[in-house]
């Protein structure tokens, strides 16, 4: 079985990063899909501007690894936010 970039890259996002996160098990491979998506849409926008503006932006695996980190970090103050809004509401009961 040959595994194109894009399978590379969902799996990355998949197996690695998103696994540790306490995210529906569901939601865990449309995620995956949107950071490949995310990617992919950047890299291809990234051959418009060199032929409509003649200047080079580079899309690297690394920036690949900051699109997911971020995406991690924002899911953990989430998660958090909603934590601190359960507890409240528990509380308040």
Known sequence: MKLTCRDLLSNFAFNVNLRRYTVDEKMKPPLAEMCVNMHSSVRDLTERYLLEARR????????????????????????????????SLQSST
């Not at 580079?58 to 924002?74: N, Q, R």
């Open 56 to 87: 080079h932006f580079y899309v690297t695996p690394t920036s690949y690894l900051e699109l997911i980190s971020s995406y991690k970090d924002l899911l953990s103050k989430k998660q958090k936010e909603a934590g601190t809004y359960t507890r």
